[in-house]
């Protein structure tokens, strides 16, 4: 009997101490459950997140301050509301990953749209919200979708934002091809002028029946230069000049590149059958050819154009005898001196 006694204290001291032991697991599991739970009620009722707690038919069964203060909408204006059945979610392509999450429990994001629930024929008020969402599924010990749990984003700003960048980018770009089109105006007119006073730059000049000159004012370059020789030699081909005369009087420096387009320009309408003739050198021209041992070989310099052309007429004088010259018609008609005094060639 004492025996039996023992055997049943001992075993009743065993399931005390079972039950402290699981009492004890339980306090701990209840301890470690308490801090994400608190943490949730935290975010839930902070009222700066919008949360939208539903049951696995997409039934709302919870939402938080935060979602009333953004829709403009309590859990009572959502009774007949199933997110499953939202036409303006499956207008908007979403369907499919709201059925995966409630069917099988994977978390989705959703894209930013335009959500109006005034818009939804279940609820028909509230106010309308630019939101990107996340939904949540919360699954029980075997898997299965408890319940689900939304999070409204309310990227309203970030979008008025997005659409007043846009608009002014579109000013920009239209700002921009006004300008670029006022520019590429200004550049052909530029362009155009270049062309017009390069034209100018090389004038040819008749100066008498079969006598052209050439006046050069500032730098001859390499440009300058080839439409210098594209010129002469389009106006000698023209008029069939015998004679041209290469007044660089308004040459301020003689180098060795200029002398030598000029020796060009020289051998070249020899090659059309024109005599060409330098006038005008200065004495500081002239010093420095002599520096840089350079001379025009082969080709007549006079000191000025008046020179030039009296050697010009008197050539075509000797060539014919039996004509005689005339003044070319823009410079007016009048008797050729009646001595001329030749140039050195």
């Not at 979602?67 to 059945?85: A, S």
């Not at 036409?87 to 369907?95: K, R, T």
């Not at 029946?209 to 004012?217: S, Y």
Request: proline residues 4%.
């Amino acid at each position: 009997m004492e025996s039996t006694e023992g055997q049943r204290e001992n075993d009743d001291h065993t399931l005390v101490e079972e039950l402290r032991r699981e009492n004890e697991a339980l306090r701990r599991r209840v301890a470690e459950l308490e801090v994400p739970a608190r943490r949730f009620r935290s975010l839930f009722d902070a009222g700066i997140v919008s949360i939208q707690v539903m049951d696995p038919r997409s039934r709302t069964v919870e939402v938080s301050p935060g979602f009333e203060r953004m829709w403009r909408l309590r859990v009572e204006d959502l009774t007949g509301y199933l997110m499953l059945e939202d036409e303006q979610l499956v207008a908007n392509g979403f369907m499919d990953r709201l059925e995966r999450a409630f069917r099988s429990g994977e978390p989705v994001q959703l894209p930013t749209i335009r959500y109006d629930p005034g818009e939804t024929d279940t609820i028909q008020r509230g106010t309308f919200r630019w939101i990107a969402a996340a939904l949540h599924p919360v699954t029980g010990a075997e898997g299965e979708v408890c319940e689900a749990v939304m999070l409204h984003m309310d990227v309203g700003e970030l979008k008025r934002s997005e659409e007043e960048l846009r608009r002014q980018s579109e000013q920009l770009a239209a700002a921009v091809a006004e300008q670029t089109a006022e520019l590429t105006q200004k550049l052909q007119l530029i362009d155009e002028q270049q062309r017009a006073i390069a034209e100018l730059s090389t004038p040819v000049l008749r100066l008498w029946d079969g006598v052209l000159a050439l006046p050069l004012i500032g730098r001859i370059d390499g440009d300058r230069a080839a439409r210098m020789l594209d010129t002469l030699l389009r106006a000698i081909a023209d008029t069939s000049a015998e004679q041209v005369l290469l007044d660089v009087t308004g040459v301020p420096d003689m180098d060795q590149d200029a002398a030598a387009h000029l020796s060009a320009a020289a051998h070249a309408a020899a090659l059309l059958g024109a005599r060409c003739v330098i006038v005008g050198l200065s004495a500081r021209a002239a010093r420095t050819l002599v520096d840089l041992g350079l001379d025009f070989e082969g080709v007549a310099r006079f000191a000025n154009l008046e020179q030039g052309l009296r050697d010009a007429i008197a050539r075509r004088r000797r060539s014919e005898p039996d004509v005689a010259p005339r003044l070319a018609p823009h410079l007016g008609r009048s008797s050729p001196p009646s001595k001329l005094n030749r140039g050195r060639e």
